[in-house]
């Protein structure tokens, strides 16, 4: 037990932060009943109640619970964000790693096809891929994930061809190792470290742009809440209850802020190995 | 949108792992040629995600036209079919598309009116905001980014170093409920949303510029703080710097002569960047703040369905983007003779 407390104190204080966030947020969106005092969609009292000790943060526009309504909005809001990081993780690394391992003119071929996506702006080429193939939750996440899908991929293509020129990486193709072989046994092992920097941050961005669609009316539709619904709605009180959308405003702030913070803890103990860029290097804004 | 700067320690990439996107688009390939290449790129990609839409496309695209009967409208279904040419193989439809895109002709929006004329209109206020936010951004970054690098004080130091930090997490819709909380709900100084046009009365539409273009302009602020600071405590160990003061300049004028004007460098880059992509940011805030820009235009449109409309607000944002990541380019080559030296 002490030997388990040790180790976790030799973390970094970041990593430690940010999952100390994280977790609360998780159990949520997994356990949301656990957590939440009342149901997300009964009305329990009267509409737009300030924060009381009855409702912690108070009651919205037709007197349903906001505490209760955060705590289910992570189901959605975490969900739809992670699994968008996914998507962009997966597919942006696997064109990067490939990419930048072959080099020549596959990669040549490759960077300028990323480029013109990355001349779409975010929200804008998302909202387009929406209008096209519809407001589902899934064409949300791949919507969202193709996004950020070519930043990642320009990022993991700079760890290929960094791993390209590594001995280990030579004598295996020495050795007679296949692309494949080389590709999935020495350059994915050894670049998942800064990678996964790159992808805490990629989950980062996800739950700005995910909130931001809900925000826009294109997410989760009412009743179901999302933090991003919630605060639409918020302006739409901002005389009568000005601290409507603080909790579900707050909580964006901290899942964000919590990945920035497992991301910079993962490059400061990875730091060691290798030099992994700074935070700023993979930050995504809005 | 994202930036993506080099990791400082990256010996081992080659010129065009750069991710600078400006000096990638222009300064490995060279020419104008690839920001035509691009765009051609740029316009192909809408045309095709446009040509995915399911049934019909003029039907879809042409939407319920709401002034016109059913047999008006078939007309028109006819005619526009004929007319985009899709009767002819797809590349012909797409030379016919953007032949009629570059003439600013991209059809009609869902209620039958000009998509030229209904985005020409928001063009004014979207121009507006987005202009007073760079401004707000880049004087905000510059004179708060010298105040933390001159002063002695650590706590003011990393008091805004923090204050940036947490700005890259707070999302344009939560700063400006914050900002209408304070200013509208509580102070009344300001309204909370709205628009008037300058035409009618500039004293009424800079009241009402002012909480949009705040709002848009302190997460852009935040950025530039962290690439100036970063530049400027890079540029301070400089053996440039350490020469100078050698030769007994002041420190004042070490700052202001020799670091500031080193230390902006890769910031114009980001400037130019979030300049380009300004879009983003028009998207979330003019929805906020009711100001018909061009990015309100594209929400109702995207809800609405209106496809002509998305498609010609996509087409000419990403052209705009790769038009100012190019000037961008020049500017930086202008300003840097090292980077001309190289090329």
Redesign the interface.
Known sequence: MSAFIAAIRRQPAPLLAGLAILTPFLVMCVFPGLLAPYEPLKIEALPLLGPSREHLLGTDEIGRDLLSRCIYAARTDIFVSLAAAAVAFVIGTAIGLFSGYIGGRVDTVTMRLIDVLLSFPTIVLALFLITIFGREQWVQILAIGLVMMPSTARFSRGEGLVLRGRGYVEASRISGGSRWHILVKHVLPNSLATLLVAASVLASSAVLISASLSYLGLGAQPPEPSWGNMLRAAYGVVYDAPLYGVGAGVCISLVAGAYILIGEGLRRKFRNDRNVGTLSSSIGGL | ??????????P???E??S?R?GA??VGVLGQLGQLV??LF??SL??FL??D??PGSAVDARIGPLPNFSPEERAELVASMSKQLGLDKPLAWQYVIWVKNAFTGDFGLNYQGIEVRDVVGERLAPTLQLGIASIIISTVGALLISLLGFRTRWRALRAGIQGTAT?L???????LG??L??IF???LGWLP??GYVSFSDDPGENLRFLVLPAVTLAL?QLA?FY??LD?GLRDTSTAPFVTASRARGLSERGVAYRHILPNAILPTITVIGL?AG?L???L??VE??FSWPGLGLL??D???A?D?NT??A??LL??FA??VV?FMVDVAYRLLDPRTRRQS
């Open positions: 949108m994202t930036v993506d700067v080099a990791p400082a320690d990256s081992h990439i080659d065009g792992a991710p996107r990638r688009l290449a691009v790129a740029v990609l809408t995600l446009l995915a839409l947490v890259l997490v707070v999302p344009a819709f939560w409920l914050i209408v909380i509208a709900a509580e909370s949303a997460p950025l962290r690439y970063a979030v992509s879009i983003s940011g998207v979330i929805s906020v594209l929400v449109s995207v809800k369905k496809y998305v498609a607000i996509v944002t990403a983007y790769v990541a």
